[in-house]
T-cell receptor, first 115, second 112 residues
Framework: KAGVTQTPRYLIKTRGQQVTLSCSPI?????VSWYQQTPGQGLQFLFE???????NKGNFPGRFSGRQFSNSRSEMNVSTLELGDSALYLC??????????????FGPGTRLTVT | DAKTTQPPSMDCAEGRAANLPCNHS???????VYWYRQIHSQGPQYIIH???NNETNEMASLIITEDRKSSTLILPHATLRDTAVYYC?????????????FGKGTHLIIQP
């Protein structure tokens, strides 16, 4: 079974631009969560989508948004990029939502550098 | 999530069993122990989880003490590719509204 895929793997943007990252979950998984990982802050939860609806949201500004499509694929968008948005953005998929088994399977991440 | 404590680093010889401890003395009765690892520059990888009983899968074994205050992740025959940061998490099954949170974990270095 194919794992979680994320595109692109690397991205360089300048301040003020916007970016869209894509995630394809494991086949059959309906939940997709997004995380930001930096050396200073560690792993931070952005949001979770299940059945095309955002179910949970972390403590990030409104510049960070996402969506999920009917095939469970998900995208996240960051508008008006800031230098501090440079990070590894991870997508994780799981079969169920919250009440069910919560092993999450992570993709390789998208390394975003903002200059 | 209950607080977990892990040693910051450990070494293990290749081919030997790597035993990674985790202390979770404030764990509640319905919180599971989860283990993930992250190899440098890759996404985290789920390893195993358990509630009370010992668990084993193709990657590792999880031994949870009877009082559930601590656990040990065992990699039976460590290879160089097992060098990674290992994270122990105590969490309700199904998680919560805030996603996973990793502490600093244990940096396991497998020596040739």
């Amino acid at each position: 079974k194919a794992g979680v895929t994320q595109t692109p793997r690397y991205l360089i943007k300048t301040r003020g631009q916007q970016v869209t990252l894509s995630c394809s979950p494991i086949s059959g998984h309906r939940s997709v969560s997004w995380y930001q990982q930096t050396p200073g802050q560690g792993l931070q939860f952005l949001f979770e989508y299940f059945s095309e609806t955002q179910r949970n949201k972390g403590n990030f500004p409104g510049r960070f948004s996402g969506r999920q499509f009917s095939n469970s694929r998900s995208e996240m968008n960051v508008s008006t990029l800031e230098l501090g948005d440079s990070a590894l953005y991870l997508c994780a998929s799981s079969w169920g939502y919250r009440a069910t088994s919560y092993e999450q399977y992570f993709g390789p991440g998208t390394r975003l550098t903002v200059t | 999530d209950a607080k977990t404590t892990q040693p910051p680093s450990m070494d293990c010889a290749e081919g030997r069993a790597a035993n990674l401890p985790c202390n979770h003395s404030t764990i509640s009765g319905n919180e599971y122990v989860y283990w993930y690892r992250q190899i440098h520059s890759q996404g985290p990888q789920y390893i195993i989880h358990g509630l009370k009983n010992n668990e084993t899968n193709e990657m590792a074994s999880l031994i949870i003490t009877e009082d559930r205050k601590s656990s040990t992740l065992i990699l039976p025959h460590a290879t160089l590719r097992d060098t990674a940061v290992y994270y122990c998490i105590a969490r309700l099954s199904g998680g919560g509204a805030d996603g996973l949170t990793f502490g600093k974990g244990t940096h396991l270095i497998i020596q040739p």
